[in-house]
């Protein structure tokens, strides 16, 4: 059974910092591309980040390039996602999401409905 378990959220104040992590199990990790992404109240679920484990290629929304970094940990089968200067419009809540990389030679998925599997969120709050 695939597995995927949040951990980090909070409360923050602008411009400080806080790490998300995503512990996977039930499937094979270095197979797979890892993303975050988070959906603020009344509005769409967007894609933050994502790494394809098996080269560690990565993709950054715009919003969030230069602040955010996605890494991984093969061994652990975990994903982080370290967030510095937060802003209060980072508020919201961040999933991870998982889904077999089928055609390494492609783009990383960016797109909600392309993921199969999903956490169940963690909430990230920015104080002005």
């Known amino acids: 059974e695939v597995q995927l378990v949040e951990s980090g959220g909070g409360l923050v104040q602008a411009g400080g910092s806080l790490r998300l992590s995503c512990a996977a199990s039930g499937f094979s990790f270095g197979d797979y591309i890892i993303a975050w992404f988070r959906q603020a109240p009344g509005k769409e679920r967007e894609g933050v980040s994502c790494?394809?484990?098996?080269?560690?290629?990565?993709y950054y929304a715009d919003s969030v390039k230069g602040r955010f970094t996605i890494s991984s940990d093969n061994a652990k089968n975990t994903v982080w996602l370290q967030m510095n200067s937060l802003k209060p419009e980072d508020t919201a809540v961040y999933y991870c999401a998982a889904e077999p990389r089928v055609f390494p030679d492609r783009p990383l998925l960016k797109l909600s409905y392309e993921y199969s599997y999903w956490g169940q969120g963690t909430q990230v709050t920015v104080s002005s």
């Open positions: 790494i394809g484990i098996s080269d560690g290629s990565t």
